[in-house]
């Protein structure tokens, strides 16, 4: 019978860590964005490329 108190207290400590690490990596903005960054990278060269090409027109003489 002690044996099940202390895998209930173990069992509970456990479940209470991985509930504090959930709160502290929602509190560190661990979840904000995670499409974004995926994307972004698709988008970036040609954002780029498009304001290069307007400033790059401009200069000839």
């Known amino acids: ?3 099940i ?3 209930l207290t173990v069992s509970l400590l456990i479940a209470l ?3 504090v690490s959930f709160f ?3 509190k560190t ?3 904000d964005d995670d499409y974004a960054p995926s ?3 698709l988008f970036d060269d040609e954002t780029n490329n498009n304001s290069n ?3 790059d027109g401009n200069t000839e003489i």
């Open 17 to 19: 860590f991985f509930l």
């Open 5 to 7: 108190y202390i895998m």
């Open 39 to 41: 994307v972004r990278i």
């Open 24 to 26: 502290w990596a929602t």
């Open 53 to 55: 090409t307007e400033t």
């Open 1 to 3: 019978m002690g044996m």
């Open 29 to 31: 903005g661990q979840f």
